[in-house]
């Protein structure tokens, strides 16, 4: 998937890199980090020019983002009875709602990048909870610098080994992803465990 996503890169530039960014953030599984470290890599090249690459992504990372969090201001119950019937994205929703609920903006923002996979849902729950637009908005757009600016970089300093990045960085993904669950979840637990001690 990923050595078509690269060749995508190679016809279409940053059509296809502003298509993936945006759709990824609607929970479309698309390599978007594919297409991103691609188009690092041809700006390295000089096939694209860097400073185009960054802002298509991330103003397409960010309208994405935006989009999802308005669908799920406008329609959570039709979101909930819609994942009912889907048990393994109805579970991704409860925990992206579990993180809205215990973090609110800070969960938005590290579900932009530390949690990439999360973070379509967290958009759709912080919509549904009533997040504060602006609030939402502020976080957004600060992870999504750290994301596209990230996996753009490593493509244009490190493209010249593009296999080998892509299957590293999706290997991180998930572990980055399991990590900052785990922290989440200890972090949980500590502060329960202080609720208890107290008389």
């Known amino acids: 998937m990923t050595d078509v996503f690269f060749a995508l890169v190679a016809t279409w530039g940053l059509i296809i890199i502003g298509l993936s960014a945006y759709f990824s953030c609607l929970a479309v599984p698309v390599p978007t980090f594919a297409a991103m470290l691609a188009g690092g890599a ?3 090249a000089g096939d694209l020019v860097l400073w185009q690459v960054i802002a298509v992504a991330y103003l397409a990372a960010v309208a994405g983002d935006q989009t999802g969090f308005h669908l799920g201001r406008m329609g959570g119950r039709w979101l909930h009875a819609r ?3 889907r048990p393994n994205r109805a579970a991704l929703f409860a925990r992206a709602e579990t ?3 215990r973090w609110g903006g800070l969960g938005v923002f590290f579900s932009t990048w530390a949690a990439a996979p999360l ?3 967290v958009n759709f729950a912080a919509g549904a909870a009533r997040l504060n637009r602006w609030r939402f908005t502020l976080w957004d757009t600060a992870g999504e610098a750290i994301w596209v600016g990230g996996y753009v970089s490593l493509g244009y300093f490190f493209g010249s080994n593009l296999d080998t990045l892509a299957d590293l960085v999706a290997n991180w993904g998930g572990f980055a992803t399991a990590a900052c669950v785990a922290l ?3 972090i949980g637990l500590f502060r ?3 609720h208890r001690k107290r008389p």
């Open 83 to 85: 994942l009912a019937t």
């Open 99 to 101: 993180v809205v609920d």
């Open 192 to 194: 329960l465990g202080r």
């Open 42 to 44: 041809f700006a390295a």
């Open 184 to 186: 989440a979840a200890g």
């Open 119 to 121: 973070g379509p849902w």
